[in-house]
């Protein structure tokens, strides 16, 4: 099994709290990722990283920030979260190490923004 | 819109019949992948294609990249019970940027 955590698992919060979640891979992989999935929408990228200080944004980074300064760890910030942030949130890796380019998910993350 | 789009976006099948499931974008996908998810549950590997034309087979599910590297397909031969959940696939749209993209999924349902 690949080495990747995501911390919390579940969190209820109120709107205009920060709030930040925590991907913890032990695999050395270099690109991690972040997704929300929604009812039909599938899986969204938010922003993905390709090494350490290396981020850019995906598909719905408006309103999220991310940030990575060691190879292990990838957080994801809500500044001021709203309630069009509820949502069921994956952090993925990848890379050419040990586990070959396969994509790698978390358990995932239910946040919910009340 | 989403990069990759899926068809059709729910499915509904007989137990024993075959399906199929498409992965459509208007853009070269350099590595697809498919995924399934159980209901409220994390995602399972299934399948990575790259190169055009490229054909895997896993138990009664196969998968299949076209020539031109722009939709693939996923189908499934005498569909069990076990198959019901979300299809998802993935693919990185930009040469070597790793910056992988997935569809809405397809939501399928086996009627005993």
């Known amino acids: 099994d690949a080495g990747i955590t995501q911390s919390p698992r579940h969190k209820v919060t109120e709107t205009g709290t920060p709030v930040t979640l925590r991907c913890h891979q032990t695999?050395?992989?270099?690109?991690m990722y972040w997704y929300r999935q929604d009812p039909g929408h599938g899986l969204r990228l938010i922003h993905y990283?390709?090494?350490?200080?290396?981020?850019d944004k995906g598909e719905v980074s408006d309103g999220y920030s991310v940030s990575r300064s060691k190879t292990e760890d990838f957080l994801l910030t809500l500044e001021s979260a709203t309630s069009s942030q509820t949502s069921v949130y994956f952090c993925?890796?990848?890379?050419?190490?040990?586990?070959?380019?396969?994509?790698?998910f978390g358990e995932g993350s239910r946040l919910t923004v009340l | 819109s989403q990069e990759l789009e899926q068809s059709p976006q729910s499915l509904i099948v007989q137990e024993g019949k075959n399906l199929t499931i498409n992965c459509t974008s208007s853009?070269?996908?350099?590595?697809l992948y498919w995924y399934k998810q159980k209901y409220g549950e994390g995602l399972i590997f299934l399948m990575m294609?790259?190169?055009?034309?490229e054909e895997k087979s896993h138990e009664k599910i196969t998968a299949k990249l076209d020539e031109k590297k722009q939709q693939s397909s996923l189908h499934i031969t005498a569909s069990q019970p076990s198959h019901a959940g979300i299809y998802l696939c993935?693919?990185?749209?930009?040469?070597?940027?790793?910056?992988?993209?997935f569809g809405q999924g397809t939501r399928l349902t086996i009627n005993p």
């Open positions: 993925a890796i990848t890379g050419t190490g040990r586990l070959g380019r396969e994509l790698f």
């Open positions: 695999e050395n992989h270099r690109y």
């Open positions: 990283s390709y090494g350490v200080k290396d981020t």
């Open positions: 853009k070269t996908l350099y590595g």
């Open positions: 294609l790259q190169k055009g034309g």
């Open positions: 993935g693919a990185d749209i930009i040469q070597g940027a790793q910056k992988l993209v």
